[in-house]
Structure formats: C-alpha cells, structure tokens
C-alpha cells in the first residue's frame, strides 16, 4: 500500500478475494487494483482530477463480465463513484 501518498479511504476485496482495489484521499487521488496472491499491482489510475473532481465516496467490486450472450468470462466489474458521477470498469 506503499504506493499511495496520503491516506486510503477505500478497500474493497473482489468476490474470489484474488484481487484488492485501494482508493487514496483527494490529496493521494490514485486507485490501485493488487494481486492478493504475491502483492502485485494490477492497474492502476490517477482519479483525482482525471475521472473524478474529487475522491471516490465508495466503490464495490461486480463479479466478472458476462459475455453479449450472457456467458460467464474472466474479465472482473467494479463500480466506483463520487457524488455527481458513477464509473464501471
């Protein structure tokens, strides 16, 4: 978690618990997704001004992506949002 500059306001586990995804304060303004398994990080984003004007308020994890027939995939969902914006990935 070192990797964040201010505090971490979010954690969140994804529903197989391999993955984490961490959101700093407004001053740390970054979103990490780590691998639980060896520490690694994923992804990562610079929300703060780019996605958001201000921090992430809360984000959750969706289970994976189905496919456009409905089909189960490993691609992994989360939602995260501010208070005037809403953002799927």
């Known amino acids: 978690m070192s990797e964040h500059d201010y505090e971490i306001t979010h954690l969140n ?3 197989d618990d391999r993955l984490l ?3 700093g304060s407004q001053l740390d303004g970054k979103m990490f997704i780590w691998n639980t398994a060896n520490g690694f990080i994923v992804s990562s984003v610079q929300v703060v001004p780019t996605v958001f004007a201000e921090a992430p308020r809360c984000l ?7 496919d456009i027939k409905m089909r189960p995939t490993a691609k ?11 953002v799927f990935s």
């Not at 959750?60 to 189905?66: A, D, I, P």
């Open 13 to 15: 586990f994804s529903h």
């Open 76 to 86: 992994y969902q989360f939602a995260m949002s501010a208070s005037k914006k809403l």
């Open 21 to 23: 995804i961490s959101t």
């Open 60 to 66: 959750s994890w969706g289970g994976f992506v189905k």
